[in-house]
């Protein structure tokens, strides 16, 4: 499910600005990431059909370069789609209530902020942990305080099997302590959108798991 270093490529078309953003994803993919997740979700967020349009373009774009295609937070499309998987966060569906609904055959991921909704989610059935936020974010108006990787060691260390996917004002200068606090890999909004090149910013963000920058 995640080989490190997984990079988990997170956008919206709000998050696009100006720029294209089946272009931007394709570059990310171009240029290496291992997961990609969809949130449309802030001002101008798209819905119903445009939405449902736009995300077959995503997956398309996903089986193309063979990278996993999840939905956020949105379970139906998620099950129309028949992605590979469904994240939700706190305040959006339960997570048990969501196995419950797409069964063992989508990956499902629950972002978490302590090691207690660590433990349930897992005990509901989370395949993985988004944890964050790591660093200050400003691609999420409502994101919680940063807390450093404390709490990604509190997790590994109760539960080392559970894959954790560190988020939130992550780069490449300063991914390398996310990955020796023991995270399965990167989740990354606006590193890599407003990057200049994002097939080159997404390769530095690889060559951060030995501390090397390309």
């Known amino acids: 499910m995640f080989t490190k270093p997984s990079i988990y490529y997170i956008l919206g ?5 100006e720029r294209d953003p089946l272009k931007l994803l394709e570059e990310a993919l171009k240029g290496g990431i ?34 996993p295609f999840i939905i956020n937070d949105d379970v139906e499309l998620a099950h129309e789609l028949n992605a590979d998987g469904v994240h939700v966060g706190q305040e959006d569906a339960k997570a048990s209530d969501v196995r419950a609904r797409v069964g063992d055959r989508m990956m499902l991921g629950v972002s978490v902020h302590s ?26 108006s409502d994101a919680k305080a940063p807390s450093g990787v404390s709490k990604i060691i509190q997790v590994r260390e109760r539960f080392p099997e559970a894959p954790v996917i560190g988020i939130g004002g992550i780069t490449a200068d300063n991914a390398e302590a996310v990955w020796e606090a023991g995270a399965a890999g990167i989740a990354v909004i606006s590193a890599i959108t407003e990057a200049g090149n994002v097939q080159e910013e997404v390769q530095k963000m690889v060559a951060s798991y030995k501390g090397a920058i390309l």
Not at 115 to 140: F, R
């Open 13 to 17: 078309t709000p998050n696009a600005g």
């Open 34 to 67: 291992s997961h990609f997740q969809l949130r449309e979700k802030g001002m101008n967020a798209l819905t119903g059909q445009s939405l449902k349009e736009f995300a077959l373009k995503c997956q398309a774009l996903c089986r193309k370069y063979g990278v």
């Open 115 to 140: 090691v207690e909704e660590a433990a349930e989610a897992i005990q509901n059935g989370a395949d993985y942990l988004g944890m964050g936020p790591i660093y200050g974010t400003k691609s999420k």
